[in-house]
């Protein structure tokens, strides 16, 4: 019985593998046959999966973030708590997912810089589902007057440049991720709106 075979999964070894040979050896002078053999597949494998190495760091940018913006895509995921409790669900997730794939996000961000690609634009274009995501979350906090009125577009912004820091610090500094997580969650406290203002 011929094994079956999890394309899913196989997609990102390649990906991994790749990204430690791209921030090894360079962008340049990475090729197919050693990203094949590295993961322990044949090139014609490897290009089953992709086309040339710019389709790598497309799927690499978009599997780091796709589990999250899985989860977050139905209303289902909520808890019955406040706006505000969901926010800080999020803004945890985020972070922890940034934790879990820390050293794939470092290779990401090598393998990008040598090959001079500008990864703000894969960063902004990927995280902008969660912005929306999050500023209907802000304005539905407003409506039920848990959330302070404030413009809600420009808060969801500036918590994702919170998250975004968290990910550029841990990535480049190694940061103690309490301290970050800390600072994104007095950030979310300070919207809390006051009982005695409703």
Known sequence: MPKKIDHEKRKRLIVSKALEVFTREGYQNTSFQLIASECGLSRATVYQYFSHKEDIYTYAAKSVTEDLFKKYVSPQWMNKVSEIDNLKAVSRDFMKLARDHRQEIVNLVAAMSQAGMDFRLTVKHRTAR?????????????????????????????????????????????????????????????????????
């Open 130 to 198: 969660l912005e929306l995501h999050m500023g209907r979350l802000i304005r539905s906090g407003i409506k039920d007057h848990t959330i302070k009125k404030c413009k809600s577009t420009q808060i969801a912004e500036q918590l994702l440049i919170l998250l975004e820091s968290y990910c550029f610090q841990l990535v480049f500094f190694e940061i103690q991720a309490e301290e970050s997580e800390n600072i994104v969650m007095s950030f979310l406290d300070n919207l809390k709106e006051e009982p005695n203002n409703i």
